[in-house]
Nanobody
Framework: VQLAESGGGLAQAGGSLRLSCAVS????????IGWFRQAPGKEREAVSC????????SYGDSVKGRFTIFSDNARNTLYLQMNNLKSEDTAVYYC??????????????WGQGTQVTVSS
C-alpha cells in the first residue's frame, strides 16, 4: 500500500488549492480514504473522508462549505479541492487509508504529507 500526496504549496487567504493523493496496492472503491492535517503543536485532525463505493462523505466542521473531497477511481487518485482558504488551514496534509469502508475510523496507512501554507 502506498499513498503519495501532491499539490500543496503557498496560497493567499481566500485563494484555492487542490491536493491529490495517488494510491497503489489497493482499490479506492474498497476502503474509506481521507484527508487529515496536522498544524505545529496540534494533534492530527480529520479534514474529510470518502467512501467512493457509495459516495458517502464527511467533513470537519471547520472546512464544511469550503473543501470538497472527490475521487477518480479509474486513476486511483483522491483529491481535495480547497477554496476560500484561511490562515488556520495552514498545516501538513496527509492522505490516509482505513482498514474498512467505514468513514472516520480505522486509518492505518498514511502518505508522507504535503505542506499547505496560507498567508493572510
Amino acid at each position: 500500500v502506498q499513498l503519495a500526496e501532491s499539490g500543496g504549496g503557498l496560497a493567499q487567504a481566500g485563494g484555492s488549492l487542490r491536493l491529490s493523493c495517488a494510491v497503489s496496492g489497493f482499490r479506492l472503491a474498497d476502503y474509506a480514504i481521507g484527508w487529515f492535517r496536522q498544524a505545529p503543536g496540534k494533534e492530527r485532525e480529520a479534514v474529510s473522508c470518502i467512501n467512493s463505493s457509495d459516495g458517502s462523505t464527511s467533513y470537519g466542521d471547520s472546512v464544511k462549505g469550503r473543501f470538497t473531497i472527490f475521487s477518480d477511481n479509474a486513476r486511483n487518485t483522491l483529491y481535495l479541492q480547497m477554496n476560500n482558504l484561511k490562515s488556520e488551514d495552514t498545516a501538513v496534509y496527509y492522505c490516509g487509508k482505513s482498514r474498512w469502508a467505514t468513514l472516520n475510523r480505522g486509518y492505518n496507512y498514511w502518505g508522507q504529507g504535503t505542506q499547505v501554507t496560507v498567508s493572510s
